[in-house]
């Protein structure tokens, strides 16, 4: 019974550590991600940089080219704030997702430690049971040896009686 529940704990234990694993890659694949996405924020406050600089050099002193540009960089202003905010809620949501799956991860690991603990007591009591079988053992090898000497000398006592 011990050793079906020792079996038991290892096959958990080793089922634990296959979802560490792929909690620590989901992990790693989120911050990769996340890094990405980070990267082209900043990407694209270079290229709105550039496009004002390009716009406003193509322009020149004309008051209503100014106007326009003013309007097309309110534009891509306005488009730029719209993408950073998307990609500031998406960024959130992962950071939520990469918290909640750390604190997986770290339960996984107190309920990995738990099982190796488990599996340390089982894996003693194993070894005092295995002791105790030994003792029997030797013992029962005692009595017979002693039964088997008695009967003989019963034999004997019997062969002497009828002599």
């Known amino acids: 019974e011990l050793t079906k529940q020792n079996t038991d704990l290892e096959q958990k234990r080793k089922k634990l550590q296959k979802e560490k694993e792929g909690v620590f890659k ?3 694949d989120k911050n990769e991600l996340l890094k990405e996405e980070t990267e082209m924020k900043f990407q694209l406050q270079g290229d709105i940089g550039r496009l004002k600089d390009a716009i406003t050099k193509a322009v020149g002193d004309e008051s209503h080219a100014a106007e326009k540009t ?3 960089l309110a534009q891509c202003e306005e488009s730029v704030t719209g993408a ?3 990609l500031d809620q998406e960024n959130d949501k992962r950071r939520a997702e990469t918290d909640k799956d750390r604190k997986e ?3 996984i690991r ?3 430690t738990d099982l190796q603990k488990q599996e340390k007591e ?3 009591e194993i070894k005092r049971i295995e002791k105790e079988l030994r003792e029997l053992n030797q013992r029962e090898q005692e009595r017979i040896t002693m039964t088997s000497d008695t009967g003989n000398l019963l034999s004997e006592l019997e062969k002497l009686a009828m002599d």
């Open 84 to 86: 950073r905010k998307m």
């Open 110 to 112: 107190k309920e990995n």
């Open 122 to 124: 089982i894996l003693r």
């Open 26 to 28: 989901e992990i790693t």
């Open 70 to 72: 003013k309007v097309v």
């Open 105 to 107: 991860l770290t339960n």
